[in-house]
């Protein structure tokens, strides 16, 4: 799978643009982070998959990757029902040295 059709694109939100410029000094538990950006990601990218992804298309420093599988709302149109398409959101978290000016 090539790393363009692994991140689709970013999921720019009220949410995802207050913990993109948020970021944490180091505890005695947890080392120092940068901030976190979502994206909407293929189905079936693993989470290594998308680290290596975003690495390289952004020439930032990953720490961790968060996925959840997200399902699509059901909707009606005119006389019939349906759903929308069920999709797959990343959050990564980069290094604090690291950001990226998408958001």
């Known amino acids: ?10 999921l720019v939100t009220e949410k ?3 913990q993109a410029q948020e ?27 998308i680290r290596e992804a975003v690495e ?3 020439s930032v420093r ?3 990757v968060r996925t959840a599988n997200r ?3 059901p909707r009606r149109v005119r006389y019939k029902t349906g759903k929308t398409v069920d999709w797959k959101k990343a959050v ?6 690291s ?5």
């Open 56 to 58: 390289k298309i952004y």
């Open 1 to 10: 799978m090539d790393i363009y059709n692994i991140v689709r694109r970013p």
């Open 71 to 73: 399902k699509g709302k």
């Open 23 to 49: 970021s944490h000094g180091d505890t005695r538990s947890q080392p120092a982070r940068g901030g976190s950006y979502a994206f909407e990601v293929h189905p079936e990218a693993t989470k290594p998959m």
């Open 92 to 97: 990564v978290v980069l290094h604090p040295d």
């Open 16 to 18: 995802g643009t207050h």
């Open 62 to 64: 990953v720490l961790e």
């Open 99 to 103: 950001h990226i000016d998408v958001f």
